[in-house]
């Protein structure tokens, strides 16, 4: 037995990982052992920029092309759940990830989701840091977008609180690599242009504020 690869933490590695159990559990579920969950309450400042963003260029296409492609993505699931009816072999991890979008498609519309996930880019581009690495950001990609559907498993009543509580299950890590790939490729070269027109947009405010400072400075 060794000790836990991730630094600082001294605990011994479960079985042949190369991590103790929980960095194991948190790089299974979080796509990075020390990824921490995408909140809701996290991204909402996002999804409050993504709407004003919205708001403010109602009438450009880009909503209504990325409404439409999610919408596409929600035919191309409903279209492999009929395929897998009349007896076409899936995957369990690809039959999976359509029920997913199948799922969101049924308890979401198309901005919220489309809102959501560009919130993402925006939450990436203003704190690079939050996010361990690539498959820590895509993890929380699908997160996000599972999280637009209920997919508790079942429920508990826990004594102590006297309150119902859910149990989420997660995805299988090769279900959120497919996930993955399908939002990526719906939204991520959208989610990357919204992302860079914000950061230019937050350089020339602190560009003006430098300059009306220098200026107040001058007046002295
Ligand atoms: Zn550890």
């Known amino acids: 037995m060794g000790i836990c690869k991730v ?3 001294s ?4 079985g042949y990982s190369t991590y103790c159990g929980t960095h194991k559990r948190c790089n299974r579920r979080q796509g990075h052992p020390q990824q921490k969950s995408v909140t809701l309450y996290t991204l909402r400042p996002y999804m409050e920029r993504v709407t004003a963003r919205i708001e403010k260029n109602p009438s450009n296409p880009t909503w209504s092309i990325l409404c439409d492609r999610w919408d596409a993505l929600i035919a191309s699931a409903q279209a492999a759940d009929a395929e897998y009816q009349s007896g076409v072999a899936f995957s369990r991890n690809e039959r999976e990830a359509w029920s997913n979008i199948e799922k969101v498609g049924n308890s979401a519309n198309a901005i919220q989701v489309v809102t959501a996930m560009l919130a993402m880019y925006l939450m990436r581009n203003d704190c690079p840091h939050q996010f361990k690495s690539e498959e820590g950001f895509d993890r929380q990609l699908v997160r996000r977008l599972r999280a637009l559907a209920p997919h508790y498993s079942g429920e508990y009543y826990d ?14 890590p090769r279900t959120a690599v497919i996930l ?5 490729d719906t939204f991520g070269a959208a989610g990357l ?15 003006d ?11 002295a």
């Open 193 to 207: 242009v919204v992302a860079r027109l914000e950061q230019q947009e937050i350089n020339k405010r602190q560009n």
């Open 11 to 14: 605990l011994v590695t479960n």
């Open 159 to 172: 004594l102590h609180t006297g309150k119902t509580k859910r149990v989420y299950r997660d995805t299988r």
């Open 209 to 219: 504020q430098k300059a009306l400072q220098e200026a107040l400075h001058a007046l």
């Open 180 to 184: 993955t790939k399908l939002i990526k």
């Open 7 to 9: 630094p600082g933490c």
